[in-house]
């Protein structure tokens, strides 16, 4: 059984909203930060937004930051994103990764779901 599963995308037009979630089932990841990243073709997984484990810790990418909020309930990590742009149509990753210092690097996370498709329109 899948440990991380996004849900939640879709196809929006631009200035619309949309709420991702992410679902971390595997209790031995409690205690993991969360992570929100996208991918486009061809191009490298970039980091979107973070949230420690318990919640009170937040952080964004500057690409995003104003307009997408990251939130934590129980296991549940919440995307919320307004003001949807065409650059922001992407696949989006959820991870887990088990020291906050480490939000920013893709490559210290230890599991990821499958993804999301987000498509904003112009």
């Known amino acids: 059984q899948a440990q991380i599963v996004e849900s939640g995308g879709g196809l929006v037009q631009t200035g619309e909203s949309l709420t991702l979630s992410c679902e971390v089932s595997d209790p031995s990841l409690a205690s993991f930060s969360i992570g929100w990243y996208r991918q486009t073709p061809g191009n490298e997984r970039r980091f979107v937004a973070a949230i420690d484990d318990g919640g009170s810790l937040t952080f964004y990418a500057s690409s995003v930051e104003g307009r997408f909020t990251i939130s934590k309930t129980g296991s549940l990590v919440y995307l919320q994103m307004r003001g949807l742009k065409p650059e922001d149509t992407a696949v989006y990753y959820c991870?887990?990764?088990?020291?906050?210092?480490?939000?920013?690097?893709?490559?210290?996370?230890?599991?990821w779901g499958r993804g999301t498709d987000v498509n904003v329109s112009s």
């Open positions: 991870g887990a990764t088990r020291l906050w210092r480490n939000v920013r690097l893709r490559s210290k996370y230890d599991s």
